[in-house]
């Protein structure tokens, strides 16, 4: 028995590897993988020495490290000397590679009743979805595998052509109804139908599996059988406008969700036919159900005395109960759904100045589902302060800067451990500053 032609056989090596994913959003969206190269030989000297850096991270003292400005600046000057590793290259350009199209019809039917004090809006929005994808299937045996009965005596990849069709039809009604109680007061509520459809990079046809010359099998796999995710909401609010440009608000939402879309690992299974050691897909869960608080404060203080008269201020607070059921009974938090949330915000407007200060609060959120609780991802709460300043030096001009991450706030995920928590990501990222000029015509 002979096996097929390979797409691409070449010496590898190991650990050198670069992804392409891309994601679109629009009516109609498009969505494809990028070529890329990689190189992991030099033909010449280049050592550490050459980009050697200080380290950044303040978690700890992990010198020596490259510098980024000086290994940019060796590139650009000796790029021409880099040696392309056309195994790997090829590799994650056939199983990253993909092209996926999106179109979507839409219609929509609206009814209004209004009187004096009350306004009611009802609507129904009708969707049909078709989704066609291309990508590849890939199968990579290390020197020593055996693919169809044949011993391979090099590192091989072997390309299978996918195409995955979708087509489905939604029905969206909604209605909506503002009180005006008496002069100050308004109350609001709505219920309605939402749609959310999987991102290309989750449901595109991307097939990665890694087997080595023991036959374990490590898999990264996009899925195409993802469903949207659907939810009926339901909100309520009463606002009270105590003064002008002035208003406190308080809130209540509520949400029953179906399909929600989570990352998994799983071990040791098989995904489209695809046997796998270890591989981590997007998946949909069970159901979903979400209930929620929220209350904000805001005011321009223009009754204050000048210069006074240009302050403002802006908080809200939310508090979110998410849980959601998996396809295997287990019960978790729904991914990337904080508990807390709060932002405050602090500045002036007047005249040709403005300037804001905000910091925004995000309570630790489940990230990505493992095969048990032990290991599931978790991302610490995060406290992000922010500052932006716009200066208008004509009606048709604006001087701007912005402030990013004043308090560099660090980025950190998680797992939950027996005893304690185990660090599986810690990043720090300083503070960003854009400033530029804006024109107006």
Not at 249 to 266: C, E, H, L, R, Y
Not at 303 to 312: R, Y
Not at 371 to 385: C, I, K, M, N, T
Request: proline content about 6%; aromatic content about 12%; charged content about 25%.
């Amino acid at each position: 028995m002979s096996s097929p032609p390979p797409r691409n056989s070449s010496n590898r090596t190991p650990g050198n590897r670069d992804r392409a994913s891309h994601r679109a959003a629009g009516l109609p969206r498009w969505g494809s993988g990028r070529q890329r190269g990689i190189y992991d030989g030099y033909d010449g000297d280049f050592t550490l020495a050459d980009v050697l850096g200080k380290p950044s991270y303040g978690l700890a003292d992990i010198a020596p490290v490259p510098d980024l400005g000086k290994t940019r600046d060796f590139l650009d000057a000796n790029g021409g000397n880099l040696e392309l590793n056309q195994f790997d290259t090829d590799l994650a350009n056939i199983a990253e590679n993909y092209d996926a199209k999106e179109d979507v019809l839409a219609t929509y039917l609206q009814g209004r009743f209004q009187n004096e004090t009350l306004r009611i809006v009802g609507g129904l929005r009708v969707e049909s979805t078709q989704v066609n994808m291309f990508g590849n299937r890939v199968d990579v045996v290390e020197e020593g595998g055996t693919w169809n009965g044949v011993v391979l005596d090099e590192d091989t990849i072997f390309a299978t052509p996918v195409q995955v069709r979708h087509s489905y039809t939604d029905w969206l009604p909604s209605l909506n109804l503002r009180a005006d109680l008496n002069p100050d007061i308004v109350a609001r509520a709505g219920v309605y139908k939402s749609l959310a459809r999987p991102s290309f990079g989750k449901m595109a046809p991307r097939f990665l599996i890694e087997e080595n010359d023991e036959g374990e099998r490590e898999g990264t796999f996009g899925n195409p059988d993802l469903k949207p995710y659907r939810a009926w909401n339901a909100d309520a609010t009463l606002e009270y406008y105590f003064a002008p440009k002035a208003v406190i608000q308080a809130g209540v939402f509520w949400k029953s969700v179906q399909d929600f879309i989570v990352d998994t690992n799983f071990e040791n299974g098989t995904f489209n036919g695809i046997p796998y050691t270890e591989a981590t897909i997007p998946m949909n869960g069970d159901s979903a159900r979400v209930l929620g608080l929220e209350a904000s404060y805001s005011q321009a203080f223009t009754l204050l005395p000048a210069p006074f008269d240009g302050l403002l201020v802006n908080l809200n607070y939310t508090y979110t109960d998410a849980k959601g059921d998996l396809a295997d009974g287990r019960r978790i938090p729904l991914p990337a759904s904080s508990k807390h949330n709060f932002n405050a915000v602090l500045g002036y407007d007047k005249g040709i100045a403005s300037f804001r200060i905000a910091g925004a609060y995000r309570d630790s959120y489940l990230d990505e589902v493992g095969p048990s609780a032990e290991e599931d991802r978790y991302v610490r709460p995060h406290f992000q302060l922010d500052l932006s300043a716009k200066l208008r030096v004509t009606d048709n001009f604006t001087v701007f800067a912005d402030l990013v991450n004043l308090n560099n706030a660090k980025y950190v995920a998680y797992q939950n451990g027996p005893s304690t928590r185990r660090l599986l990501q810690y990043e720090e990222y300083k503070w960003t500053a854009k400033f530029g000029v804006k024109a107006n015509f």
